[in-house]
């Protein structure tokens, strides 16, 4: 499914998203243990499906590729929508129930908005919301 966002939402919650990611490296640098955080709290049955990732380099990974494919969606949007699609069928093969997929960059945002603290905007909310929401229509 194609993005429903906007060129003119994607202009402004871009700079809003692309903003958000410079502050939390700025702020944190990685964020792929506080991402992990948010998102075994919210689903701790997520967590064993990791238990060959000793030592944290799939996270890792999935957090770049996630970033990769948030910087791209904002961006001029060439490979994002078939990234998510593929890695939305390839995690059903990985035991991830379809429903929990999008738990991750919901993660990914709740993470950042605790990492920012107070300095978390409305604008950003709304980016992010639209962003998450975009990502969550890809089939």
Do not use: N
Not at 10 to 17: F, H, L, N, R, S
Not at 27 to 36: K, L, Q, W
Not at 109 to 132: N, P, Y
């Amino acid at each position: 499914m194609e993005p429903t966002i906007s060129h003119a939402d994607a202009t402004t919650g871009g700079a809003v998203i692309l903003a958000t990611l410079e502050a939390v490296a700025e702020r944190h640098g990685d964020p792929t243990e506080a991402i992990y955080s948010e998102l075994f709290a919210a689903h701790p049955e997520l967590e064993k499906l990791f238990w060959l990732d000793r030592d944290g380099s799939v996270r890792a990974a999935m957090v770049q590729q996630a970033i990769e494919c948030i910087m791209d969606q904002v961006g001029d949007g060439r490979a994002a929508v078939t990234i998510m699609a593929d890695e939305r069928s390839r995690h059903g093969g990985y035991g991830v129930p379809t429903e929990r997929f999008d738990a991750f960059m919901i993660a990914l945002r709740d993470a950042f908005r605790r990492i920012l603290g107070a300095e978390w905007t409305g604008a950003m909310e709304q980016a992010w919301s639209r962003l998450l929401a975009d990502f969550a229509a890809i089939r």
